[in-house]
């Protein structure tokens, strides 16, 4: 019995193993069917729509960055027709690219105080109604190297042969302009050296503008009543003087094409205020929706 027993015991041992080896060939067959049987049945056009999607995914990054490229330079062309335009009719001198021996040392003024990587783009420079006048386009980069942000910005400066002004900075309040906190701290140089300057007579004024400077009393005779009444109801610039030049420029953006030829007009009138014994409303510089003379006039 015992050797009987013991004969059946070793007999079924092959019939185990034969049973385990059967059942790994199913559970690998079963997974092969899982992951490749759709490619032979009604599942197919799944497994191909899924591949044809990886691909797509790429392709349409790829395309999509190639289409960003073009209107970014159907932009910049159109940008630069529109300053070339203005320098045209303004007897000016067109640049593309670069400000060098055009209208002095910028350090003194805070709008280039900030960031790295500048770039003037777009620079129109010389001579218009007896003023040396500089228009560009300035673009700047702040952040760290890991999330980097660029400023664009418009402006426009003057410099008057004989004027003199105290040096201040009048800008939109960073958390009080319609367009929000894109203002950058001013810099610790000017804190340094400047004093807030309030206007308690001209609430509105003061709600939308920030006024700093190095000798208030030469500030407050620089500045007429009429430019803050005119400021204060159209909030949308800022202005920085020093010495013979006066800087202009709107809140955090750039002027559209179309806005170029009126930030500049507005410039002139702002720079009328400032000059002694020359009135804003001078026949030189009215004629445009900016000016305040012209409030609520449109070109028709």
């Given at each position: 019995?015992?050797?009987?027993?013991?004969?059946?015991?070793?007999?079924?041992?092959?019939s185990a193993e034969r049973g385990g080896k059967s059942g790994g060939v199913r559970m690998r067959r079963a997974r092969h069917n899982q992951?490749?049987?759709?490619?032979?049945?009604?599942?197919?056009?799944?497994?191909?729509?899924?591949?044809?999607?990886?691909?797509?995914?790429?392709?349409?990054?790829?395309a999509a960055a190639l289409a960003f490229v073009r209107l970014d330079r159907r932009i910049t062309r159109k940008r630069a027709a529109a300053?070339?335009?203005?320098?045209?009719?303004?007897?000016?001198?067109?640049?593309?690219?670069?400000?060098?021996g055009c209208w002095g040392d910028l350090s003194p003024f805070d709008l280039f105080r900030h960031g790295r990587t500048r770039w003037f783009r777009n620079v129109l420079h010389g001579v218009a109604r007896g003023v040396e006048v500089c228009a560009f386009d300035y673009q700047y980069t702040v952040g760290s190297d890991r999330h980097p942000q660029c400023r664009h910005q418009t402006a426009v400066g003057f410099r008057t042969p004989g004027l003199v002004l105290t040096d201040f900075n009048l800008r939109l309040r960073a958390w009080g302009d319609p367009a929000g906190p894109w203002a950058p701290a001013l810099t610790r140089e000017v804190r340094a050296g400047y004093r807030d300057i309030a206007f308690?007579?001209?609430?509105?004024?003061s709600t939308h503008y920030r006024l700093t400077g190095t000798d208030e009393a030469?500030?407050?005779?620089?500045?007429?009543?009429?430019?803050?009444?005119?400021?204060?109801?159209?909030?949308?610039?800022?202005?920085e003087a020093h010495g013979d030049r006066v800087l202009v420029y709107g809140a955090g953006v750039r002027a559209t094409p179309e806005a170029i030829r009126g930030l500049i007009d507005t410039g002139f009138d702002v720079l009328a205020w400032l000059r002694p014994g020359d009135p804003a409303d001078g026949d030189s510089h009215?004629?445009?929706?900016?000016?305040?003379?012209?409030?609520?006039r449109t070109d028709g």
């Open positions: 019995m015992t050797a009987a027993g013991g004969v059946a015991t070793l007999g079924a041992q092959p992951w490749f049987g759709a490619m032979t049945g009604t599942d197919l056009p799944r497994v191909a729509g899924l591949a044809l999607l990886v691909l797509l995914v790429p392709v349409t990054l790829v300053f070339r335009a203005v320098a045209g009719a303004l007897g000016l001198e067109f640049r593309p690219h670069g400000i060098d308690e007579e001209r609430a509105e004024f030469a500030v407050r005779r620089s500045l007429p009543g009429e430019l803050l009444d005119y400021l204060a109801a159209h909030p949308a610039l800022n202005v009215t004629g445009h929706p900016g000016h305040p003379g012209n409030a609520g």
